[in-house]
């Protein structure tokens, strides 16, 4: 019988013109996956052989680990991402709850006041509240919908709002404060909206994880700039920094300071794929004990359209 990935399972036939055709199939996690399949030089000298369809089945084998390596980093990279929404959805639950605790209480109200002022007045409140609530799940789910770049015009001030607003809620309660200062010039780029917001979620995290700590004295800051045809968000923490010797490694796959279960190190490597897809680039500064700044740096689109201004 054959052997799933080893040279036995090479077969032989012959084509057309006579000459010899090996044939091996690539086997990932017990099924077949594809086949590698090599055709006899015309006029060779020696007719391909067990040598041959032993190379073959070695190459099966390469095939087959480098497909379940690719499958294995794709799994990784979703339950990275799973559990990225999860974090939100803690903070977004609390977060709803604040405005719907107002609504039944000013529903409580108005079912026992019958001043037409009053009423008017708590309804507005009602609508209010009810309007953070569904403008939090709205986000919480444009964010977690998968899809490929869709590169479009967007204000760079309009990304750092959503991205604020999914994680403000959850640094206050970890007694870190978020200062937040936009450019009067909102800042144009052609960019995946969803995509930016993901890339700023990352950084917003690992600062927050740098900051942690029971004394309450965490900081992180977000500022936006436009200067001479580029953006710039830069996201900063007065935190211990990062080591030099880790420096050069800290975009790598996989690598990552944190302990065991707190990440898998794909965060900073999926942002700064996603900020190179944008045609642009992520700096970074840090002095020991001062803390470290993350910089992203993103070409601005010269021209806006009336669809831009809504996105401001």
């Excluded at 009810?130 to 760079?156: H, W, Y």
């Excluded at 490597?269 to 910089?295: C, N």
Aim: aromatic letters at 4%.
């Amino acid at each position: 019988p054959a052997e799933r990935g080893g040279s036995a399972s090479a077969t032989t036939g012959r084509g057309a013109d006579g000459d010899v055709i090996l044939g091996a199939p690539i086997w990932v996690q017990g099924k077949a996956a594809g086949a590698l399949i090599a055709f006899g030089v015309p006029d060779r000298e020696k007719e391909m052989g067990e040598d041959d369809a032993r190379r073959l089945g070695i190459l099966t084998r390469q095939a087959a680990l480098a497909i379940e390596r690719e499958m294995l980093q794709s799994q990784i990279i979703q339950s990275e991402k799973l559990a990225a929404i999860g974090e939100l959805v803690a903070g977004v639950a609390h977060e709803i709850n604040n405005p719907l605790t107002g609504v039944m209480g000013y529903a409580d109200l108005l079912t026992g006041n019958p001043d037409p002022q009053k009423t008017a007045r708590m309804a507005g409140y009602i609508k209010q509240e009810a309007g953070r609530c569904v403008k939090i799940v709205q986000n919480l789910l444009t964010f977690s919908r998968r899809r490929d770049l869709a590169l479009e015009p967007i204000s760079i001030n309009h990304v750092v709002r959503r991205a604020v607003e999914l994680r403000e809620y959850d640094l206050r309660t970890s007694g870190i404060s978020l200062l937040v200062g936009l450019s009067p010039e909102p800042g144009f780029v052609l960019g995946d909206e969803n995509h930016l917001v993901q890339v700023l979620l990352n950084l917003m995290t690992n600062a927050a994880h740098a900051v942690s700590g029971p004394d309450g004295s965490g900081q992180i800051e977000i500022r936006t700039r436009w200067e001479r045809g580029w953006v710039e968000v830069s996201v900063r923490d007065n935190g211990p920094g990062i080591r030099e010797e880790v420096m050069p490694r800290i975009f790598d796959p996989f690598f990552t300071t944190k302990g065991v279960g707190e990440g898998t190190g794909l965060g900073l490597s999926i942002s700064y794929g996603i900020i190179k897809a944008h045609r642009g680039d992520i700096r970074i500064e840090s002095v020991p004990e001062e803390g470290s700044t993350f910089t992203i740096v993103l070409p601005v689109r010269a021209a806006r359209t009336g669809r831009d201004a809504v996105r401001k």
